[in-house]
């Protein structure tokens, strides 16, 4: 993911950051609700197709599976959740940065970013 310059449209900040095309792809990504940290995992995990069953895309999630998916994440090391339903957060102001992952085809990652592809984020 090539890092750039993305400013903040509340604040005028400008943030390090990572800004990536995610839709119809094979990776989902959360924010967590308390600060820009952003949890991603890729569907062909073996630990997600445990809590969501094979072949299902994290964009094609029903409500029950989204909740099973929260359920099935670790926590943010903030102490926060990773939800569908949250927003990425401005680190200056503490705005909405972006759109949760059902609204958007943009993942941004501000912060810390927690690689479900290199670091385990699944309970188990």
């Not at 990536?20 to 940290?37: E, K, V």
């Not at 943010?76 to 927003?87: E, Q, V, W, Y």
């Not at 940065?97 to 609204?103: D, G, L, N, V």
Request: proline letters at 4%; aromatic letters at 10%; one cysteine or more.
């Amino acid at each position: 993911m090539p890092e750039g310059e993305v400013e903040c449209k509340s604040c005028g900040a400008r943030l390090k950051g990572r800004l990536l095309h995610a839709g119809f792809c094979d990776w989902g990504f959360l924010y967590c609700d308390r600060d820009s940290t952003t949890v991603t995992w890729n569907a062909y995990d073996q630990c997600y197709e445990k809590v969501i069953g094979a072949g299902k895309m994290p964009w094609m999630l029903t409500d029950e599976d989204k909740r099973r998916v929260e359920d099935g994440l670790i926590g943010c090391p903030c102490g926060g959740r990773f939800l569908f339903t949250n927003h990425l957060i401005c680190p200056e102001c503490g705005k909405v940065f972006s759109e949760p992952m059902m609204k958007t085809i943009y993942l941004v990652i501000l912060g810390q970013h927690i690689n479900g592809e290199e670091l385990r984020v699944w309970r188990e």
